[in-house]
């Protein structure tokens, strides 16, 4: 079992930042992957951006490239999203997913284990 927690929303103006982080604990020696994805009310869930546990290559959406970034701090089983240039269109609630077999990325269908949710809010 894999449990993830998600930290960082909040309430922010069009052009601001926020970081969310998601705190990983239990077998987290299992995973293999680690993504972000949203949900806007009335939206499908949709993929935000991925990264393995243990290499550099990074994804993104095209809705976020250049504003977003993912990151890891391995020692804290932590990963990250750094938002800047938000805008209102990207509200929503942020999830963190964790994969733990090597297979596709840009569904939800491919992760295992989900955090509970963290809101963002941009307002314009």
């Known amino acids: 079992q894999v449990q993830l927690v998600e930290s960082g929303g909040g309430l922010v103006q069009a052009g601001g930042s926020l970081r969310l982080s998601c705190a990983a604990s239990?077998?987290?020696?299992?995973?293999?992957?680690m993504a972000w994805f949203r949900q806007a009310p009335g939206e499908e869930r949709e993929f935000v951006a991925t990264?393995?546990?243990?290499?550099?290559?990074?994804y993104y959406a095209d809705s976020v490239k250049g504003r977003f970034t993912i990151s890891r701090d391995n020692a804290k089983n932590t990963v990250y999203l750094q938002m800047n240039s938000l805008k209102p269109e990207d509200t929503a609630v942020y999830y963190c997913?964790?994969?733990?077999?090597?297979?596709?990325w840009g569904s939800g269908h491919d992760y295992d284990y989900w955090g509970q949710g963290t809101q963002v809010t941009v307002s314009s």
């Open positions: 997913a964790a994969q733990l077999r090597r297979t596709l």
């Open positions: 239990g077998r987290t020696f299992t995973v293999y992957r």
């Open positions: 990264l393995r546990w243990t290499a550099v290559n990074t």
